[in-house]
């Protein structure tokens, strides 16, 4: 196992000095410079684009927002609802994810994504950050006003962060620390880079990122998705349902509640859920890429779609179970905002209440999936995400205005939907499936038995809460 870990890190090492020497390389490409007012306001070459600094303003803090959706709110949702022998460990899960995808990303994520080159293949044309300066204006169709470049790298930086970390709730309190690290290496890599180009980057495959008269795979304008219902949701989820498949269920999945260990402290579960709810405006509303009316709209009807699905998921746990649990009540929240984010761009109030209604009645009956299939998700990450993250890109397909998005909803545009949410589940679940196996067969995915059944945080950290 140590000659395993310490293979691993060497090849980190080698990899980034490699990627150092060729950043090297590029040095005397990018001209360091101090940008007067007039340099900064100067139309970025070929993009007849200038500075558009209160869009930047809303762009820098839409990015901090997404950032706290995972650092603190997830780490603090996720870690509220586990043991308390694990909170911990989950807690560094969410907080190495956030570490190492920073890392990935701006060497080579971003290139993989956001650079033009076909449909299906990518670009390594801004690797290491090659090309982006300080002047350097985020080219159309990522922007269609003038944001510094460097902005929108870290605004999806922080998309790709939180879509690795949700996967964890899966397998939470039972994946070794070692091989979470090499599975987010890899699926961050092998998974979420390809889907994310196929659906946001230049002339993507599934979705064309807004070129003018590029259809897309399915056509009818491509498979819309404003702010990750498939890049992160579906993804997120259908990655989790391997991870929970592979590793096998808990020796206390479905024990009687008086057998289950409690949650630890479900008040930081509610302070990281309404985190994430405040974060998720800069999710949705800054996915506009500018300060303007799409904007607003977009972080209304994020709103009204998580509260109808809070209160959707209240109801509908009420009248089954005949008392509305906290934890119900903010996992429907949570739903809202997953099922809202493909459409945030592109419906309007009814088509958020709709939305949001659906989600937190179909999430709240999808949780209830893992006991009769026998899967253990422990956060119900593929009954909140994946299932709220298709019901939002399918409504999207009918529920869009083209006055408030450009696209209007009907048959043409479910179709396209579907589409794009099938090639989501497909690709994302052989791989994340392979990538599981492999690592399983190569240094284990699961911790032993009484590492389980004692904590990780002892166990793995050396750490735990007194």
């Known amino acids: 196992m140590q000659a395993i870990l ?3 890190f060497v090849l980190c090492f080698v990899g980034l000095a490699a990627t150092l020497a060729y950043q090297t390389g590029f040095a005397q490409e990018i001209p360091v410079t101090t940008a007067t007012t007039a340099a900064a306001l100067a139309p970025a070459a070929g993009s007849g684009m200038t500075l558009d600094t209160g869009s930047t303003a809303w ?9 706290m959706m995972t650092l603190p709110g997830l780490a603090l949702f996720y870690g509220g609802m586990v043991h308390k022998e694990s909170v911990l460990a989950t807690l560094m899960q969410a907080f190495v994810a956030t570490t190492l995808v920073s890392i990935l990303w701006c060497a080579y994520g971003y290139s993989l994504i956001f650079t033009e080159h076909n449909g299906f293949i990518w670009s390594l044309s801004k690797v ?10 985020t080219p159309a169709p990522m922007a269609s006003v003038g944001v510094p470049e460097s902005v929108y790298v870290v605004f999806q930086m922080t998309f790709s962060i939180i879509t690795c970390a949700l996967i964890f709730g899966s397998v939470a309190t039972r994946i070794k620390f070692s091989s979470a690290i090499v599975f987010i290496a890899l699926w961050f890599t092998l998974v979420y880079c390809p889907i994310a180009h196929w659906v946001w980057g230049p002339k993507g495959v599934l979705g064309g990122a807004g070129i003018d008269n590029y259809k897309g795979l399915f056509g009818y304008g491509g498979a819309l998705d404003f702010a990750g219902g498939t890049v992160v949701h579906i993804n997120a989820g259908i990655a989790g349902l391997m991870a929970a498949i592979v590793l096998g269920k808990r020796k206390t999945f479905n024990l009687p509640a008086g057998e289950q260990a409690p949650p630890y402290n479900i008040v930081l579960s509610i ?5 994430l709810w405040v974060g998720w405006f800069g999710f949705n509303a800054g996915s506009a890429i500018a300060a ?3 904007a607003g709209m977009a972080m209304l009807v994020t709103h009204v779609a998580t509260a109808a699905a809070s209160l959707a998921w209240m109801t509908a746990e009420w009248l089954t179970r005949g008392k509305p649990s906290v934890i119900g009540i903010i996992s429907g929240a949570v739903a809202g905002l997953v099922a809202i984010t493909p459409a945030s761009g592109f419906v309007d109030f009814g088509g958020s209440l709709v939305i949001g209604i659906a989600a937190g009645v179909l999430c709240f009956w999808a949780c209830s999936l893992k006991f009769k299939f026998g899967f253990d998700d422990s956060l119900d990450v593929f009954g909140v995400h994946c299932i709220g993250g298709i019901i939002g890109a399918l409504l999207t397909g009918i529920f869009a205005v083209k006055a408030i ?8 545009q479910l179709l396209a939907q579907l589409g794009g949410v099938v090639c989501t589940i497909v690709w994302c679940g052989i791989v994340s499936f ?6 399983d067969a190569a240094m284990g995915l699961r911790v032993d038995e009484a590492t389980e059944h004692a904590g990780l945080d002892l166990a793995i950290h050396g750490e735990k809460l007194h």
């Open 292 to 294: 303007n009316g799409n």
């Open 128 to 137: 290491m950050m090659h090309g982006i300066g300080v002047n350097t204006l």
């Open 405 to 412: 998005g450009g696209a209007d909803g009907g048959f043409d």
């Open 6 to 8: 310490n293979s691993f």
């Open 59 to 67: 762009m820098l803090t839409s990015a901090l927002l997404v950032l």
């Open 271 to 275: 302070i990281g859920a309404s985190l």
């Open 434 to 439: 392979i990538i599981l196996k492999v690592i």
